[in-house]
Nanobody, 120 residues
């Protein structure tokens, strides 16, 4: 079993910054891609950013230049630095990972979500 524990959400004014963290634990062989989705009320869950084990990244167009994703493979932790936050960034942010087991089988796991609220 793999568990993801998120932290760092909260309330911030527009233009402010937050840093989300997500620590993965469990009996995985390797945590491959890790990243973040968000879901605003009444909307579908959308990819915000993802990072591979080797460090390759991709971002949603709406956050390019404002958000930075990084990871510490020794700690199995992924981070999302969010700068210049806008009210439209308000959503629940979910951490995810695609991980592989020792028999090379692959799985996906999700965190419980952390609320980010940006006031105007």
């Amino acid at each position: 079993q793999v568990q993801l524990v998120e932290s760092g959400g909260g309330l911030v004014q527009a233009g402010g910054s937050l840093r989300l963290s997500c620590a993965a634990s469990g009996s995985a062989f390797r945590f491959n891609a890790m990243g973040w989705y968000h879901q605003a009320p009444g909307k579908r869950r959308e990819l915000v950013a993802r990072i591979t084990f080797g460090g390759s990244t991709n971002y949603a167009d709406s956050v390019k230049g404002r958000f930075t994703i990084s990871r510490d493979n020794a700690k199995n932790t992924v981070y999302l630095q969010m700068n210049n936050l806008k009210p439209e960034d308000t959503a629940v942010y979910y951490c995810f990972t695609f991980w592989s087991n020792y028999d090379n089988s692959s799985f996906a796991s999700w965190g419980q979500g952390t609320q980010v609220t940006v006031s105007s």
